[in-house]
Nanobody, 124 residues
C-alpha cells in the first residue's frame, strides 16, 4: 500500500531552522513529482515547493514566500524528499503536507497521494 509519511516538524523560534522529511513506501520518489504544501489555520492550503521526477530533470519550483529560505531536495537511495527550512518566520506556522504523483509535478494540488501532515510552529 502506498504511503507517504512526513516527519521533522516541531516548534522553533523566529529565525530558526527545521528540516522536514517525506518518506514513501510503495512509490519510488525519484520516479514521481513530489511537493510540499502547507495550511495555516483559517487559510487555504498553498504550495511551498515541488520537484519533478529524475527523468524530468528534477526541476524545482518554490512559492514566492519561501524563495531563498527553503530548499527542497531528494535522496534517491533513501527514497526521501526533504524540505530544509531556514530563517523561519511566524507566518510559516502551518501543517506541512507532502504530496506525490507519478504523472504530475508542480504547485497545483492535483497530486494523487498525500501524507498526514506535520505541524510546524514558529514563535517570536
Amino acid at each position: 500500500q502506498l504511503q507517504l509519511v512526513e516527519s521533522g516538524g516541531g516548534s522553533v523560534q523566529f529565525g530558526g531552522n527545521l528540516r522536514l522529511s517525506c518518506s514513501a513506501s510503495g512509490l519510488a520518489l525519484d520516479d514521481a513529482g513530489v511537493a510540499w504544501f502547507r495550511q495555516a489555520p483559517g487559510k487555504e492550503r498553498e504550495g511551498v515547493s515541488a520537484i519533478s521526477d529524475v527523468r524530468g530533470g528534477s526541476r524545482i519550483v518554490y512559492g514566492d514566500s519561501v524563495k531563498g529560505r527553503f530548499t527542497i531536495s531528494r535522496d534517491n537511495a533513501k527514497n526521501i524528499v526533504y524540505l530544509q527550512m531556514n530563517n523561519l518566520k511566524p507566518e510559516d506556522t502551518a501543517v506541512y503536507y507532502c504530496a506525490a504523483d507519478p504523472y504530475y509535478w508542480g504547485m497545483n494540488q492535483r497530486y494523487d497521494y498525500w501524507g498526514q501532515g506535520t505541524q510546524v510552529t514558529v514563535s517570536i
